[in-house]
């Protein structure tokens, strides 16, 4: 394997039994890393950018966070997927808004979804749209996948606070699983990964197209080799053991690198400019649970292995204070870490 230095630090900023769900969001107009676990009766919490080590609690008695989102325009707002467990126990799974009311955090469920796993919030000109993909729509076991996911989409009361009424755009989607946000022809999107492929959902008119045919668990769409024209990275199938990289070509995505290494329930996923380099990082939550980076330099990609026996579920990257930082839920022993050029 090709490994070259970058001269990266990590620094643990805490323990999380099960830590999956990591995002960015701004508290008392203060940036700060969200944590939070998929475990029952998992903690969610907040660390201020400028001070890791001053931990806040928002809750330690729900768990099952796949994702976290910022209420657009609302410091100290997010929606929260909870209730979705490991297991694929997820039956009770939904949205809770949580918000900060002077020092107290409240909270309120606006959305009951069986197993939901990926939601996101858009702003557009009038209305704040949500969009919701449910893994599967009921189980009799874990590995039942008799009955299909869907995506679902709706509108946010005035008051975010408020339960608000979602409808189906579409249904029959095995193992509906990935998400990313990014952008699709100039307009901002939602893509959506299942073993029907990929979709992108368009806020402004809620509208979803077909991309790409497969068996996809997770992808992340970047112009890796800036020709004007995004690259989609993959990980196939669920939970797979394979990266592959799509480029547009005469119109059509193709397959044109595949990561060359064996990898096992590859899950966390990102892809992007990270330290002035196109990079893609790749998580495994099993074999060696590896962390890499790939860098696409000079006509080729260049790989590091970041970090080794973590299991990352998820990761992000954020900037603060003119330094990137990568932030990974290091799933398989129960930290949160963050990597960064020293």
Not at 21 to 34: A, P, R, T
Not at 169 to 185: A, D, P, S, T, V
Not at 206 to 223: C, F, H, P, Q
Not at 230 to 244: A, C, R, S, Y
Request: with cysteine; hydrophobic share 35%; proline share 3%.
């Amino acid at each position: 394997m090709t490994v070259f230095s970058r001269n990266m630090e990590k620094k643990i900023i805490d323990r999380m039994e099960r830590c999956y769900s990591v995002s960015c969001g701004f508290i008392d107009k203060q940036k700060c890393i969200l944590t939070a676990s998929e475990a029952i009766n998992g903690r969610f919490s907040y660390y201020p950018m400028n001070d890791l080590n001053d931990r806040h609690d928002i809750w330690d008695d729900v768990g099952g966070t796949m994702s976290i989102i910022q209420v657009p325009g609302q410091d100290g707002m997010f929606y929260v997927g909870t209730r979705f467990y490991p297991g694929f126990n997820a039956q009770e799974a939904g949205v809770t808004c949580v918000y900060k009311e002077g020092q107290e955090w409240k909270r309120h469920k606006v959305v009951s979804l069986p197993y939901l796993h990926r939601f996101d919030l858009f702003q557009t000109e009038d209305k704040t749209v949500f969009i919701g993909c449910t893994l599967c729509t009921s189980k009799s076991e874990r590995e039942d996948w008799s009955d299909p996911g869907k995506i679902y989409t709706g509108f946010l009361c005035d008051d975010p606070t408020e339960p608000f009424r979602t409808e189906i755009i579409k249904e029959g989607l095995l193992k509906n699983h990935g998400y990313w946000r990014g952008f699709y022809q100039g307009k901002e999107a939602g893509y959506i990964a299942c073993d029907d492929g990929i979709y992108v959902f368009l806020p402004e008119d809620r509208s979803l197209t077909k991309l790409l045919d497969g068996n996809i668990s997770e992808m992340a769409v970047y112009d890796l080799d800036k020709d004007g024209y995004d690259e989609i990275v993959t990980i196939e199938p669920f939970h797979g053991n394979q990266l592959k990289i799509y480029k547009l070509i005469d119109g059509t995505y193709t397959c044109i690198y595949q990561f060359p290494h064996e990898i096992e329930f590859a899950h966390a996923l990102w892809a992007g400019c990270f330290n002035g380099k196109n990079t893609i990082i790749l998580g495994t939550r099993k074999l060696d649970k590896k962390l890499f980076l790939i860098v696409y330099e000079n006509d080729e990609f260049k790989i590091e292995v970041l970090d080794r026996d973590n299991g990352s579920a998820n990761v992000c990257v954020t900037e603060y204070d003119g330094k990137q930082y990568i932030i990974s839920a290091n799933n398989a022993i129960g930290e949160i870490a963050i990597y960064y050029s020293i």
